[in-house]
């Protein structure tokens, strides 16, 4: 199985920062797309940003377009989310998430999509 840990969470104020990890172990993380998601209270959980087994292709919300960069790490079995200019609507809980994938440039953009999951990593944006 695949077992994924999210850090890099915080409060910064709009504007700012932050840089989310997404440790995974367990089986050949190559071989899996993943993606970002995230959570706001009262809200349902929505998709942030996707990347291919290969790091070729990655794809994002229209919210978040041109202010996170999703991309990832093989060889370290490592996922990143670099979030500039935030906002406070960027307030949530980041899950990452992987599934196994059959091609290298496949990605997936829904939740049901992803059998795995980590905790999350709470972001909360201040203004």
């Known amino acids: 199985q695949v077992r994924l840990v999210e850090s890099g969470g915080g409060l910064v104020q709009a504007g700012g920062s932050l840089r989310l990890s997404c440790a995974a172990s367990g089986r050949t993380f190559s071989n899996y797309g993943m993606g970002w998601f995230r959570q706001a209270p009262g809200k349902e959980r929505e998709f942030v940003a996707a990347?291919?087994?290969?790091?070729?292709?990655?794809v994002y919300a229209d919210s978040v377009k041109g202010r996170f960069t999703i991309s990832r790490d093989n060889a370290k079995n490592q996922m990143y989310l670099q979030m500039n200019s935030l906002k406070p609507e960027d307030t949530a809980v980041y899950y990452c998430?992987?599934?196994?994938?059959?091609?290298?440039?496949?990605?997936?953009?829904?939740?049901?999509?992803?059998?795995?999951w980590g905790q999350g990593t709470q972001v909360t944006v201040s203004s």
């Open positions: 998430a992987a599934d196994r994938t059959f091609f290298s440039s496949q990605v997936y953009r829904e939740s049901n999509q992803y059998h795995y």
């Open positions: 990347i291919s087994s290969s790091g070729g292709k990655t």
